[in-house]
Structure formats: C-alpha cells, structure tokens
T-cell receptor
Framework: AQKVTQAQTEISVVEKEDVTLDCVYE???????LFWYKQPPSGELVFLIRRNSFDEQNEISGRYSWNFQKSTSSFNFTITASQVVDSAVYFC??????????FGAGTILRVKS | SAVISQKPSRDICQRGTSLTIQCQVD?????MFWYRQQPGQSLTLIAT?????????ESGFVIDKFPISRPNLTFSTLTVSNMSPEDSSIYLC??????????????FGEGSRLTVL
C-alpha cells in the first residue's frame, strides 16, 4: 500500500535560513511518481514538482531544490535563503499511476522576519 | 496549465442540508478528481469523475453521501448530502494536465470551504 510520511509537523525558521522538509514514502511499485505541493494561507494548492521513479537526478529551481533517493525512499525538499512568502503548508504526495495521489500529512513552514 | 474555478468558495450550512459544489475547467480534461481536506489535515481523494460514466469512489466514501455529476469534459459537481459538522472541510477539485494517461501535473482549484453548524 502507498504511504507518505512527513514527520515534521511544523518548522519555524528565520528569514534567510535554509530549511529542508522531509518526505519518506512507501510503495510496492517500481513505477511511481512523487510530488510536492505548496498550500499558502489562501488555501489553493500550488504544484511545485513531479518526479518519476526512474529519474533520481536532483533538481534545482531557483531557491528550491529536491533530493530524491530511492535507496532511502525519500524525496526531500530544501528551500535556500527562506523568505516570509515561503510560509505555507507543504505537502508531499505519491502516485503509483492512475492519477490518484496519496498525500502526506503536510509540514507547516513558518518563516519569520 | 489548466485554470480551475470552484463555486462557492466558502459557505456556512445547516446540519441536515445538502450543498452542491461546482468545478469549471478552462480546457477539456478526461478525468476530474474531488478531494477533501478536513481542518488541519491532509488531502484525501473522494472520487474520480469521468465524463459519461459513474464516478469511482474511494474507500470510505459513498455515492449517496457524495453524489457527483460529470456532464461534459469541462465541468463537474460534487454534492455533500445531509451534512453534519464532521463534513466541515475544504473540498478541492483537481484535473490532470495532459491526455497521455500518465500521471502528469495535477492542478487544483482554490477549494470550497464548508462549515456545517
């Protein structure tokens, strides 16, 4: 069965600090997809990244970077030089195909100025 | 990328009543999804809606409680029936970008925040 664990319920950092959000997943499939979404206080879900199980290459997009390690079943998300606007709930999600996403519990990130 | 509009954005409802949430997409999509996010919780898939067929419900969700319509490729409705305070949640509509059947990027509407008194 699919499962996504985001062990960090809430993280508080001061602006300009780097912060890493952890995501550990469980799946029996060899083909699967991993996602990160951001949910700001306004409530909408903002897509950040999708990664398939055959692509372990790390990705960097501006201040965001993702570290995918199949050996530890982890897909961690790092924000470099955090900003107040990064304050949100971040969800990691997994799909084994068929477009059904299983979400983690989410991590609340609070960035203080 | 798909633009999704949901109505209502929020509502306060009385126990025992029903409310229909609308989801409109600016492009044709094969599959539409309805998720529920209870207060302080993560998202849970309620059902998948394909045009021209009955929705497929996930474990724990039934059609009598959450009837879904999908009359065309750009529109769907979710009804929350006979509401109780436990139904207070954000209900989100989601669509996939792309027709390949592969799990592409899923776009979400802004959600409909329901409070049941």
């Amino acid at each position: 069965a699919q499962k996504v664990t985001q062990a960090q319920t809430e993280i508080s950092v001061v602006e300009k600090e780097d912060v890493t959000l952890d995501c550990v997943y469980e799946t029996r499939d060899t083909t699967y997809y991993l996602f990160w979404y951001k949910q700001p206080p306004s409530g909408e879900l903002v897509f950040l990244i999708r990664r398939n199980s055959f692509d372990e290459q790390n990705e960097i997009s501006g201040r965001y970077s993702w570290n995918f390690q199949k050996s530890t079943s982890s897909f961690n998300f790092t924000i470099t030089a955090s900003q107040v606007v990064d304050s949100a709930v971040y969800f990691c999600a997994l799909s084994e195909g068929g477009n059904k996403l299983v979400f983690g519990a989410g991590t609340i990130l609070r960035v203080k100025s | 990328s798909a633009v999704i509009s949901q109505k209502p954005s929020r509502d306060i409802c009385q126990r025992g009543t029903s409310l229909t949430i609308q989801c409109q997409v600016d492009s044709q999509v094969t599959m539409m999804f309805w998720y529920r996010q209870q207060p302080g919780q993560s998202l849970t898939l309620i059902a998948t809606a394909n045009q021209g067929s009955e929705a497929t419900y996930e474990s724990g969700f039934v059609i009598d409680k959450f009837p879904i319509s999908r009359p065309n490729l750009t529109f769907s409705t979710l009804t929350v029936s006979n509401m109780s305070p436990e139904d207070s949640s954000i209900y989100l509509c989601s669509v996939e970008d792309g027709w390949t059947g592969d799990t592409g990027e899923l776009f979400f509407g802004e959600g409909s925040r329901l409070t049941v008194l």
